[in-house]
C-alpha cells in the first residue's frame, strides 16, 4: 500500500486540472491529499472546484487548508463587503456561484447563491497541517523550524520548487498555460498536470 501523501498547490478555480490532477494520484494510490489553499479566484470554475474539494475532504481523502483567497472570501461574507476580495479577482468568483448574469446588488445575489455547506467548509479550514517531520500551510512560516516546509502561494514558474528543507508549489494553475502540482512525501517527488488536467511526463 503507498503510504506518500500528497500536498497540492494553489488550484484557483481550474476544475479540469483539479480533476486531471486527483486522478492521477488516486491511481497512484495515494491515500490522502493535502490542499494547500486558493482553491478560489483567477479560473472560472471556483464554486465547482470548491464543491469537489469539500466531496473529497467529507470522504476523509483530503485535508483543505485556507489559502489567503479563501481568507478574504470568508471576511467579505462576514462583513457584507466585497471590495477587498473584488481587488484580489473575485469577480471571476462570484460569477461562478450566481451561475449567469449578476443582479445589481452583487452582494445580495452573491449571499443568497452561496451555499451553507461552503460557508461551514471556510469555516472549518484550519491553516496547517503538520507531522514530526513536516509542517505544510499556504504562506512559507516566518520562523525557523528544523521541519520540512511545504507552501504554495509564492509562483515559482512551471516547476515546484524542492529543496532539502522547503518545497514551494505554486505553479500557476488559474492561468491559460498555469500547471497544477503535487508533491510526494516522503519522496519529495512531484506529479503535474496542464490546464487541461493531462498528467506532464519527461
Request: a neutral charge.
Amino acid at each position: 500500500m503507498n503510504v506518500e501523501l500528497a500536498f497540492i498547490g494553489d488550484v484557483h478555480g481550474n476544475l479540469r486540472a483539479l480533476r486531471g490532477l486527483w486522478d492521477v494520484l488516486v491511481h497512484r494510490d495515494v491515500p490522502h491529499m493535502v490542499f494547500l489553499g486558493d482553491y478560489i479566484n483567477k479560473g472560472a470554475r471556483s464554486a465547482d472546484v470548491m464543491q469537489d474539494l469539500i466531496s473529497h475532504a467529507e470522504s476523509g481523502r483530503a485535508t483543505l487548508l485556507a489559502g489567503n483567497h479563501e481568507t478574504a472570501l470568508l471576511d467579505a461574507l462576514d462583513r457584507r463587503d466585497l471590495s477587498g476580495f473584488l481587488k484580489m479577482g473575485g469577480a471571476m468568483t462570484i460569477r461562478s456561484y450566481v451561475g449567469g448574469r449578476v443582479e445589481a446588488d452583487v452582494l445580495r445575489h452573491f449571499i443568497t447563491s452561496f451555499p451553507p455547506q461552503h460557508f461551514e467548509a471556510l469555516r472549518a479550514m484550519p491553516t496547517t497541517y503538520e507531522t514530526k517531520d513536516l509542517i505544510a500551510q499556504h504562506v512559507p512560516p516566518r520562523s525557523p523550524t528544523p521541519k520540512f516546509c511545504v507552501s504554495a502561494h509564492l509562483p515559482v514558474g512551471d516547476l515546484p520548487r524542492i529543496g532539502h528543507r522547503s518545497a514551494h508549489l505554486d505553479t500557476g494553475c488559474g492561468s491559460d498555460s498555469g500547471r497544477l502540482t503535487a508533491l510526494l512525501w516522503p519522496s519529495r517527488t512531484h506529479v503535474q498536470v496542464d490546464s487541461n488536467g493531462t498528467e506532464i511526463t519527461g
